[in-house]
């Protein structure tokens, strides 16, 4: 599921054939998708979350959590699989999350709300990511 290094698009115009529109837009363009639209906002399947453009692993499934913000949220993550970035776009200050493999945007994370004993929470759009079930 992870695509090999040999075949990680280089360019705008290889990522724009290789993903939805949809998808696109919002792991390329930074978009963010409507609240409570996405496909994982109350999934509580278990298995493995990756990146949707690149399939790297990025959040266990035993790491998400109950936020009712609209958007999957996650208090952990595979360690370094994420990016942090300073975001002072929209007039806030918040800090954008990227997949460390192809940089593409997953969210913004939080920290300091208290929802888990971790106090952290990756907001992260359902379009950014794709849960791998595991075997049953
Ligand atoms: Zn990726």
């Known amino acids: 599921m992870t695509l090999p290094d040999s075949e ?25 998708e ?4 996405g496909e994982y906002v109350d999934t509580k399947t278990p298995g493995m979350y990756r990146c949707r ?10 790491t998400k959590f109950d936020s009712h913000c609209g958007w999957p949220s996650f208090d952990d ?16 200050s918040r800090t954008e999350i990227r997949c460390a493999r192809c940089d593409s945007h997953l969210g913004h994370v939080f920290r300091g709300e208290g929802f888990t004993p971790k106090d952290t929470r990756h907001c992260v759009n359902s379009l950014s990511i794709r849960l791998d079930p595991n075997d049953v």
């Not at 453009?53 to 035993?62: H, I, T």
Request: charged residues 30%.
């Open 34 to 37: 409507p609240a409570w639209t």
């Open 8 to 32: 990680l698009p280089r360019t705008e115009d290889e990522w724009r054939v290789r993903l939805s529109p949809a998808e696109f837009r919002v792991l390329r363009e930074h978009g963010t």
């Open 53 to 62: 453009a690149c399939g790297a692993e990025l959040y266990p499934s035993d």
């Open 77 to 92: 993550a595979i360690p370094g699989a994420i990016k942090e970035i300073e975001d002072n776009s929209l007039g806030m």
